[in-house]
């Protein structure tokens, strides 16, 4: 899976699709002009996937949709599939790249961009915000406090807490969409969870839609909530803090130190809590998703502001490694080759690391000896440029000097804006903190209205992790502190600095009549022609001897009637999901009798579902699926069934597809 890093944490099931929402705006007068702003339930842009997307779109609508206003964005969520990422340091927890994942990334985003050009119609924006309380937190405090006391003092919290929707209608006056920004991770769901899922903000979309569209099944409703992420790096889901779970110990139950979150000198017992922790974390996950569609609903029921004018983008490629420009007071600076520092393998509160690893590690002295040694094995060790140029951080692997077998760490990156009237979005390829958000908002704004671009009214969101992943994005001030975010942030300590300077270049782009394109440096290289895989491929699946597949080893209950409340489970004979991801479809149905015929009130996209997969004998290729469907309140009496859809592959031959259902159940 991807997000944690964990080798440990391999997908066993699904509870929640994942799915791209795409929302294309067009210039009335000039329709020519257009952005795409696709917002993916995936943990971060990529730029082999995108680099696969733009060409899929740009053959189809040539002259329409290119590079420069095709915008892919993450929603950042850490329980979704891995494998697709273009770098070799995020493979290798994925055991490589996984084609077939990255091409069912590229086939349902291509689809739902086109689905979006298809829908295209007369319509007006408008634009509102609110105050969402309870959902999220800071977790690296105490790097927030190293920010200029005065700068801190003009906000009321250490995060961001407001949201921002820009409304779709059509001419009529009826919603068609909506798109909001709002900061939190997606990481409700903890690095303990092996189901793909969406975490909060999919869960948000979800709420959202189902309550517009109740009857139409999660990816087939007309109307489309786009939940995207923001300035997201220090944020938590998990609001209730971090605490020390060391069960004997006599720090268990209280809170982690603060500037290293660790408990008893180590980083392993610190863990956030969600405020669903005591149930679990998919009720914290629900409540968290759930603030953010409440938030978004509050919103669109509320008044906006028309969004009005022009439609504009901005975009361009920029070589981050040894990048040289001068700061605001003329003092010349650069970036540095990619590196990651030994606060990164301390990992976070929301995801502890291993080892001895922790945050806040900001000494160039050495560090444990055995890793002294150990990293020059993994990556080249670093010269004393790039040790000086990435000071305070404390080098653990040197990633923009490892080539072999290709880039571990993106060296250039998509720098680009999109501009709907006097709103514009900031399209990133890291993860800004809480502070480096605000910074950067407050300074593209600024020049936007003294180079008179926009007036008084401009507005200006951050979105990201966006088409390619470049990691975070801190303060100078959090960078010396050296937490995960900062030992993170990998072009070192002018990191934010250079990303003002070069999205500021882009502002003449967006003037009304802004024309040509942004200087820029070479694209990313391709890197998908080099990828290695050391996933094994499905070898063959045979159902228990004495069985079909679909067969039904565990059976509902039919003794009694199920109530609100109550989960319902089957077991089948399986086979191996990977043979047919059913892309579209889905790999369960809850089935209720209706005047004599089946209908089906629930999929696998549902959050009251879960489908889970395990293989009993690898020698004989046997696999066991369990469905379970835990029933939901305002469930109709009636009469019930399970319903499973698998696809099994021989030794010799083609895939074959099956069907298995449970007995009859009753729901009182």
Request: with cysteine; charged share 15%.
């Amino acid at each position: 899976m991807m997000g944690y890093a964990s080798l440990a944490q391999t997908d066993t099931g699904l509870h929640m699709r994942e799915r791209s929402r795409a929302f294309i705006v067009a210039d009335g007068e000039s329709p020519i002009n257009r952005i795409v702003f696709i917002n993916s339930d995936i943990a971060m842009g990529d730029s082999g996937v995108r680099r696969s997307i733009v060409s899929q779109l740009s053959s189809q609508y040539p002259g329409v949709y290119n590079g420069g206003n095709i915008a892919f964005v993450g929603t950042h969520q850490h329980a979704g599939v891995g494998g697709y990422v273009e770098n070799l340091l995020p493979q290798v927890t994925s055991l490589g790249y996984v084609k077939q994942t990255a091409d069912a990334i590229i086939s349902g985003t291509v689809l739902a961009v086109r689905r979006a050009h298809n829908s295209l119609a007369p319509g007006k924006l408008s634009l509102g915000n609110t105050t969402i309380l309870g959902a999220n937190i800071n977790r690296s405090p105490t790097a927030y406090l190293a920010n200029p006391a005065e700068e801190r003092a003009r906000y009321q919290y250490d995060q961001d807490k407001e949201m921002t929707v820009l409304r779709f209608d059509d001419m009529n006056g009826n919603a068609r969409g909506l798109l909001s920004f709002f900061p939190v991770h997606g990481t409700s769901l903890y690095i303990n969870n092996t189901l793909v899922s969406t975490d909060n903000k999919g869960m948000a979309a979800f709420l959202y839609e189902a309550s517009v569209e109740p009857n139409s099944a999660p990816g087939n409703t007309t109307f489309v909530a786009g939940f995207a992420q923001s300035n997201v790096g220090d944020t938590s889901p998990n609001t209730l803090g971090a605490f020390c779970e060391s069960p004997g110990k006599p720090y268990d139950g209280l809170p982690c130190e603060a500037d290293h979150s660790t408990c008893g000198g180590t980083v392993q017992d610190c863990h956030g809590r969600g405020p669903g922790f005591r149930i679990s974390d998919f009720e914290s996950n629900r409540i968290i998703g759930e603030a953010q569609f409440l938030g978004a609903q509050k919103i669109m029921n509320g008044p906006l502001s028309p969004v009005q004018d022009r439609v504009k983008s901005a975009h361009a490629y920029v070589t981050m490694a040894n990048h040289a420009f001068a700061l605001p007071n003329g003092t010349m600076v650069s970036t540095c080759p990619a590196a990651l520092g030994y606060g990164f393998a301390g990992g976070t509160t929301d995801g502890p690391g291993l080892l001895d690893f922790v945050q806040g590690v900001n000494s160039s002295a050495p560090q444990n000896p055995f890793w002294e040694i150990v990293k020059g094995a993994v990556t080249p060790l670093p010269s004393p440029a790039q040790v000086a140029c990435q000071r305070p951080k404390p080098i653990l692997l040197n990633t923009g000097f490892a080539h072999t077998p290709y880039e571990w760490a993106p060296n250039s990156v998509d720098v680009q804006m999109l501009r709907v009237g006097n709103f514009v979005m900031l399209i990133m390829p890291g993860e800004l903190t809480t502070m480096a958000g605000r910074r950067m908002r407050e300074a593209i704004r600024a020049k936007l209205i003294s180079s008179g671009v926009l007036g008084a009214d401009a507005y200006v969101v951050v979105a990201g992790p966006a088409n390619v992943y470049a990691h975070y994005v801190t303060t100078r001030e959090e960078y010396a502190v050296q937490r995960y975010e900062g030992a993170s942030t990998i072009f070192g300590q002018f990191t934010l600095d250079a990303y003002i300077e070069k999205y500021t270049s882009l502002v003449p782009f967006l003037a009304d009549n802004a024309s040509g394109t942004p200087a820029s440096d070479p694209p990313p290289p391709e890197q998908t022609s080099k990828a290695i895989s050391l996933q094994t491929a499905v070898v063959f699946d045979a159902p228990p001897i004495g069985k079909k597949f679909g067969a039904v080893l565990t059976d509902v209950k039919t003794s009694a009637p199920y109530h609100a409340g109550d989960t319902v489970s089957a077991q089948f004979a399986g086979a191996n999901p990977r043979n047919n991801l059913r892309l579209e479809g889905t790999f369960l149905t809850v089935d209720q009798l209706v005047s004599g015929q089946w209908k089906t009130v629930r999929t696998d996209s549902h959050p009251s579902t879960v489908y889970k997969w395990v293989r009993t004998n690898l020698i004989l290729g046997m696999s066991q699926v369990t469905l379970s469907w835990t029933i939901e309140n305002g469930t109709p009496a009636g009469t019930y069934r399970l319903s499973y859809y698998g696809d099994s592959k021989p030794l010799i031959g083609s895939i074959s597809s099956f069907t298995g259902t449970s007995s009859s159940f009753t729901v009182s």
